[in-house]
């Protein structure tokens, strides 16, 4: 566990791995949710864009440490369409947070998406969770909107976007409620 993240091995989501790694992929997210998903949530985001999902597996065991999962859709509502991806979910491990895993996750996300055209990523975090505040901001998001009481436990959030390429930030926010 000394040198994370270089000896972990990420891996991309596929269909075959689901037995293997959806119930550890929940249980990993469940425990630090604001708010609870169904199977259905996780299946959503997993079936259509598993491509978009990155985990960070133990080279040992091959068990999950961290994950990340997203999707990319066209906003049609913009002239001309933008490409938008959506960080849904993301989680460590708690022994294994502060090393720069969720840093390598979220890098490799950013990169599928921009390799997939995304114009902008946006997400949602509390705006009391400092690590993923601050793991963000660091790779370049920027808070483009507080969301009073966002979550089911009354706490707020902040929306999040990256830009990756140049578009009308008006357009972004005006667009965000969905
Ligand atoms: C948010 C989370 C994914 C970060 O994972 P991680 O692997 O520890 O992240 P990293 O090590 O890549 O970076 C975390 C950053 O937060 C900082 N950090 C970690 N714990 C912190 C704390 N308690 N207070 C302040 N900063 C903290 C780290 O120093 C690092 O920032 P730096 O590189 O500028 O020093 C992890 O804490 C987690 O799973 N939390 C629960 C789920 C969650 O909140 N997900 C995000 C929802 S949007």
Redesign the pocket.
Known sequence: MNDLPGTLKYIQYEHGLEERYLPAIRSLIAG?LSEPYSIYVYRYFLCQWGHLCFMALDPADASLI?VIICKLEVHSSHSPPTRRGYIAM???ASPY???????ALVKKAIDAMAQRKADEIV?E?EET????M??YE?LGFLRSKKLHRYYLNGNSAYRLVLLLKSIDPDALIEDSEE
Request: glycine share 14%; proline share 5%; net charge positive.
């Open positions: 630090d961290g993301l989680a460590v947070r502060g090393k720069g895993i969720a840093t997400l975090t969770n400092v690590p993923a601050r793991l660091r």
